[in-house]
């Protein structure tokens, strides 16, 4: 039988890039009368970069949020909407990390539900990775990402539940942003661990879409190209954080990694463990992907190896191996390789494996995983 599949496009209706911020806010929000931002903290603080987007506003920007923490835990998704709600926000423009970009989409959701409390979101889960009956957004956003993380092209919500220390993931067609801007240049005030290692989540989109069992090619197309432009991208902007190109290559790629998601691509066990690093232990997305990649990559490869092969191509290594190229070049660029790197020993392996079973990623990895033991395996790799 030929292969098969569905590929459903987004609501999201453009991306411009190359263009600076506060002008192409001003032109998505031209139809907007009272625009709601939310924006990270220290751009804020230590940048004119949000005083730009407000004076290219003028008065119809009705309130700033710049309080969200990582992860976006559900306290601050409700104090956001509370804000939104208040203002009478018709258009959410996010300006900053993957954190702020899920929490406005997790914020639409409240709005057009009325949900004022952090218990309320449990009735915005998915019920079978589906969306539950609920009122679609009607307040849309547009998204201004600083970091590479790419989840401003996805209708998918990451939210931490402080009750359990577990990411939740919110979906619904409507929460993808309206538009994504990507200027490179407010990535300049990114922190460059944060951008580098943000820029690895987006090679671990492209690489685990690549070598996923589900894998088509539509998104190998887009998950290829995104590859080869952060592999020459990173680099360069490591070396010279000035270099406006690199970082929109690097942009650019992050976009394209999103490719295998949008069409329907599963993930594998780098993200769904990394789901657990991230919300048990405080770990940063960035670097849950450079510890755990390249093990997942050892691991899976008596599966996958023939396009594990196509990894080290679009990485400018053809013939070597590509946990061994990833090892190199996430070290190249100077991030965290091991669980012990980020103090993350073996006495919470057991736990750790038990909790990646229940993401949605770790049972479609391309090595059937049947149970937490498999998954220590993966750990121990990393350790």
């Known amino acids: 039988m030929p292969q098969s599949g569905r590929v459903v496009f987004s609501r999201m209706e453009e991306v411009l890039f190359?263009?600076?911020?506060?002008?192409?806010?001003?032109?998505?929000?031209?139809?907007?009368q009272r625009v709601?931002?939310?924006?990270?903290?220290?751009?804020?603080?230590?940048?004119?970069?949000?005083?730009?987007?407000?004076?290219?506003?003028?008065n119809r920007c009705v309130g700033v949020f710049d309080?969200?923490?990582?992860?976006?835990?559900?306290?601050?998704?409700?104090?956001?909407?509370?804000?939104?709600?208040?203002?009478?926000?018709?258009?959410?423009?996010?300006?900053?990390?993957?954190?702020?970009?899920?929490?406005?989409?997790?914020?639409?959701?409240c709005l057009a539900n009325d949900i004022r409390t952090p218990e309320a979101l449990d009735a915005l889960r998915p019920v079978n990775g589906a969306p539950p009956p609920?009122?679609?957004?009607?307040?849309?956003?547009?998204?201004?990402?600083?970091?590479l993380s790419a989840g401003e092209f996805s209708a998918i919500a990451g939210?931490?539940?402080?009750?359990?220390?577990?990411?939740?993931?919110?979906?619904?067609?409507?929460?993808?942003?309206?538009?994504?801007?990507?200027?490179?240049?407010?990535?300049?005030?990114?922190?460059?661990?944060?951008f580098l290692s943000t820029g690895i989540r987006a090679v671990d989109h492209?690489?685990?879409?690549?070598?996923?069992?589900?894998?088509?090619?539509?998104?190998?197309?887009?998950?290829?190209?995104?590859?080869?432009?952060?592999?020459?991208?990173?680099?360069?902007?490591?070396?010279?954080?000035?270099?406006?190109?690199?970082?929109?290559?690097c942009q650019m790629g992050a976009w394209l990694s999103m490719g295998p998601l949008a069409s329907g691509v599963p993930m594998g066990a780098s993200h769904g463990i990394g789901y657990v690093l991230g919300a048990v232990f405080d770990i940063p997305h960035g670097?849950?992907?450079?510890?755990?990649?390249?093990?997942?990559?050892?691991?899976?490869?008596?599966?996958?190896?023939?396009?594990?092969?196509?990894?080290?191509?679009?990485?400018d290594h053809p013939g070597e191996d590509a946990a061994d190229v990833l090892d190199a070049f996430i070290a190249r660029l100077g991030m965290p390789r091991s669980l012990a790197a980020v103090k993350v020993g073996a006495d919470a392996f057991d736990r750790m494996a038990e909790q990646a079973m229940g993401t949605p990623w770790v049972p479609r990895n391309p090595r059937r995983i049947d149970g937490p033991a498999q998954v220590r395996e993966i750990l121990e790799l990393a350790a």
Request: glycine fraction near 6%.
């Open 18 to 32: 190359g263009q600076p911020a506060a002008q192409a806010v001003a032109e998505l929000a031209r139809d907007a």
């Open 36 to 58: 709601f931002l939310m924006v990270s903290g220290t751009l804020h603080r230590d940048t004119d970069e949000i005083a730009k987007v407000r004076r290219a506003l003028g």
């Open 159 to 194: 939210v931490t539940d402080e009750r359990h220390k577990v990411k939740e993931l919110f979906r619904h067609p409507g929460i993808i942003p309206r538009a994504v801007i990507l200027d490179p240049a407010v990535t300049v005030h990114t922190p460059e661990w944060l």
């Open 287 to 315: 670097h849950t992907s450079c510890i755990m990649l390249p093990a997942v990559m050892r691991w899976n490869k008596s599966a996958n190896a023939e396009r594990q092969a196509l990894v080290s191509a679009a990485m």
């Open 206 to 249: 492209c690489v685990e879409g690549i070598c996923s069992n589900e894998a088509h090619p539509f998104a190998d197309a887009q998950a290829l190209r995104g590859l080869a432009l952060l592999a020459r991208g990173l680099p360069r902007v490591k070396a010279d954080p000035s270099d406006l190109q690199a970082r929109l290559d």
């Open 67 to 109: 309080r969200m923490p990582s992860h976006t835990p559900r306290h601050a998704v409700i104090a956001a909407a509370e804000q939104a709600r208040a203002a009478r926000a018709d258009l959410i423009v996010t300006i900053g990390g993957g954190s702020i970009t899920d929490g406005a989409k997790a914020v639409q959701l």
């Open 134 to 147: 609920c009122n679609p957004p009607s307040v849309r956003q547009v998204a201004v990402p600083t970091t």
